[in-house]
């Protein structure tokens, strides 16, 4: 079956960390970007932070920018978030997608471009509060 599936959601303190993984399984991430997404009750999913397919250069929104790190690690087929300095407003449920042979860019994460994505995973919760 091929498929994302994510994981390392969770309860956090505002400040704290958490590292999201996206793994991917039936098929080889090699030849794709990855994004992640997020999306809060009652608002727009948000493009985070995506990392590209050939060169592994990578782009985050500024709401985001010096606090996430995304990475990937091709012999495990997995995508990390690496999230820090959490805040209250980073709560959502995070999504990750594929989408092949692609540059990443805040063009790339935006909605014009999200129906070319391949594969999307089916969410973990991030839930930043005291």
């Known amino acids: 079956q091929l498929q994302l599936v994510e994981s390392g959601g969770g309860l956090v303190q505002p400040g704290g960390s958490l590292r999201l993984s996206c793994a991917a399984s039936?098929?080889?991430?090699?030849?794709?970007?990855i994004g992640w997404f997020r999306q809060a009750p009652g608002k727009e999913r948000e493009g985070v932070s995506c990392?590209?397919?050939?060169?592994?250069?990578?782009y985050s929104a500024d709401s985001v920018k010096g606090r996430f790190t995304i990475s990937r690690d091709n012999a495990k087929n997995t995508v990390y978030l690496q999230m820090n300095s959490l805040k209250p407003e980073d709560t959502a449920v995070y999504y990750c997608?594929?989408?092949?042979?692609?540059?990443?860019?805040?063009?790339?994460?935006?909605?014009?471009?999200?129906?070319?994505?391949?594969?999307w995973g089916q969410g973990t919760q991030v839930t930043v509060s005291s």
């Open positions: 997608a594929a989408i092949a042979y692609a540059y990443c860019s805040g063009y790339v994460l935006s909605p014009p471009r999200r129906k070319e994505y391949d594969y």
């Open positions: 990392i590209s397919s050939n060169d592994g250069s990578t």
């Open positions: 039936g098929f080889t991430l090699d030849y794709y970007a």
